[in-house]
């Protein structure tokens, strides 16, 4: 499922800053769903600027099971997700979609009860992203806070995966840990690649 902040029209493929939300972009409470809850994380308008004078397109992707447990509702979710966005382009910092997935295997009611492959460590937000946007993953970049976040992002053959850890630190299985950039801030985050 998807939120779009702007139309993109380029026929030519961009890379992509894949992002998740809770942890990433905000502060992670828990099921945050209002306002009045949602801190932004130290660094996150810079990351993204930096991003958008690199090309990359910004593309929010995250599971929001609260949404299938009844904690809130879709239209509580794109009120703050529109509210996010204009946020960053106050900030002089566009988010280009969001792609979100509100279904949870065992707690989700309803049509959420379901195991669907948008929810992360599945990959399907990202195939989305890729197939509607046009974007190049081998120079695309995912930043995270959650192992699931980097088998997801590995799984869609995304080029460089970022684990934000700031206050820990994080055991990461074996099979990710070549794979995964283990990070404490998010100026950390290289735009660089080498050919």
């Not at 997935?101 to 492959?117: I, M, R, W």
């Not at 460590?121 to 989305?128: D, I, L, R, W, Y």
């Not at 699931?148 to 970022?162: L, P, V």
């Amino acid at each position: 499922m998807k939120l779009c902040s702007k139309a993109i029209t380029s026929i030519n493929s961009h890379p992509a800053l894949f992002l998740d939300r809770d942890g990433v972009i905000n502060l992670d409470h828990g099921y945050v769903h209002v306002r009045e809850n949602f801190d932004f994380m130290p660094g996150i308008f810079e990351l993204v600027l930096t991003a958008k004078a690199n090309g990359y397109l910004c593309i929010v992707v995250t599971n929001q099971a609260g949404i299938g447990r009844g904690l809130y509702t879709l239209d509580d979710f794109r009120a703050l997700s529109e509210w996010m966005c204009g946020k960053f382009k106050a900030n002089g910092a566009e988010i280009d979609a969001i792609y979100y997935s509100p279904f949870h295997p065992t707690k989700g009611k309803g049509a959420y009860l379901v195991q669907e492959s948008t929810r992360k460590p599945g990959f399907g937000m990202f195939t989305e992203a890729i197939k509607e946007l046009n974007i190049d993953i081998s120079k695309s970049i995912m930043v995270g806070d959650k192992v699931s976040d980097m088998q997801a992002s590995i799984a869609a053959n995304i080029g460089r995966h970022y684990l934000l850890r700031p206050n820990a630190s994080c055991d990461i299985l074996y099979e990710l840990d070549s794979k995964v950039n283990l990070i404490k801030s998010l100026s950390e985050i290289n735009f660089n690649f080498v050919e």
